[in-house]
């Protein structure tokens, strides 16, 4: 009904708008050591200072919690949706080409800098909607809230501050995905897993494996040293094994030892198809190599058995498992470190709504067992699930698919959002399908023409779910 004035509104704003992302990505607000009255350092502190000085300025009843969180309302009246966004960013990282991280500009119609699109940018979409219906003077009956965080990049310990003295308004969305509506994340298997075997007294053993630096990272790169072969006998091997799993070997003398550097590809252990993992690569490799058998080497092999090279969806570990709503099952081998006594490894599995307890995690506590391996992990992570068919995400996806023309459907996702703990919240925007915004890389950048869509959809989302 108010459509033809949120687009005029909107589209008389942009250079506004632009400004505001702008003055909010030239503030460095990563992470940092806590201050007095600074939770996660002095330049997340500033980013929430003045996200808050320009929602007040706008006319906003405005809120700062301790500078965990800082909130924007629309009027005073009774809750009804909380918009969540966050005004931390990644590390700046290296590689920028278009401009420096955190001095924001505009090209070829995007938005360059670290947070454009994660999440300052779509942070400002949201309160632009907000300023819409508050400005046009849209009649409202509930209130509509924008909260924004200062810790999602690590943790998201702000929204357990926020929500240990506010309840939950009874929708809440968050424009830190792309569209159309993502109402369902995984729940997780973070495997941790330890082993103990006597030392191989052999010439030629395995003296050592490190590998992968995160739980929720495949690892691109992986180490280990072996004693007592010749390079050609490595450089054989590694040539056969390249040409089967795509892994790159490199090694060095070093004494009577070799180093050696196995060489994939990394990526989110949410979608590990992404990548290819050099920690199984060199587990392959080492396992084919003229070692004399130990009890050690006998234990890499049972667990290669179980986390091949390639099987990304726990085939062989006997968790596979999928469904219609949420997908599938994968396992991701994140971790190594293998001495010659001692084995430690971690895995992080994203798991579907069918799995449980039973046929997840205790099954994988049985197959380790059978290795030799105690599994130190007792609890699953709950997946999060909202009811596609409620009136909330029905009317997410008619105002998608009203302003873009494309067909409107819930999706899933391996990752994990700041709404996963909310019992009615949702990932809503800002991106679109396809729309790869080097997030969390180099030359991050936002499209203007979809944080200007992602703002007309949000304001007209708050006149139909709060008139």
Known sequence: MYREKIDGYIDAHVQDMVEDIFTLCRINSEKAPAQDGAPYGPGAAKALEAALHMAEGYGFAVRNYDNYVGTADLNDMEKQLDILAHLDVVPPGEGWQVTKPFEPVEKDGCLYGRGTADDKGPAVAALYAM?????????????????LGTDEECGSSDIKHYYGVEEEAPMTFSPDAEFPVINVEKGGLPAHFTGEFAKSTGKTRLVSIDAGIKLNVVPGKAYGVVEGLDIKVLKDTAEAV???????????????????????DNAHAAHPEGGN???TGLLTFVTRLPLEDCPQLQCLRGLLALIPHGDLYGKAM???????????????????NV?????EGRFDSRCPLCAT?????????????????????DAMRPPH?????????????????A??????????????????????????????????NHMHGADEFAVLKELVLSAKIFAQVIVDLCS
């Open 131 to 147: 300023r819409a219906v508050k400005e046009l003077g849209i009649p409202l009956k509930k209130n509509v809230r924008l909260i």
């Open 242 to 264: 390249k040409e089967e799993t795509g892994i790159a070997f490199t090694f060095t003398q070093e004494g009577e030892a070799v180093r050696i550097l196995a060489e994939g």
């Open 277 to 279: 993992n050099a920690l």
């Open 318 to 336: 006997g968790i596979a498992m999928e469904d219609e709503i949420s997908g599938r099952l994968t396992l991701a081998f994140s971790i190594l």
């Open 339 to 343: 001495t010659e006594d001692r084995l």
């Open 357 to 377: 307890k039973e046929n997840a995690l205790l099954v994988v506590k049985e197959k380790l067992a059978g290795i030799g391996l105690t599994l130190h992990t």
């Open 385 to 401: 699930h909202v009811d596609g068919d409620s009136l909330f995400v029905r009317t997410l996806l008619k105002e998608y698919e």
């Open 403 to 436: 302003y873009t023309g494309l067909k409107g459907e819930c999706q899933y996702t391996g990752g994990g959002t700041y709404v996963h703990s909310l019992k009615n919240g949702v990932a809503f925007g800002a991106a679109m399908p396809g729309t790869d």
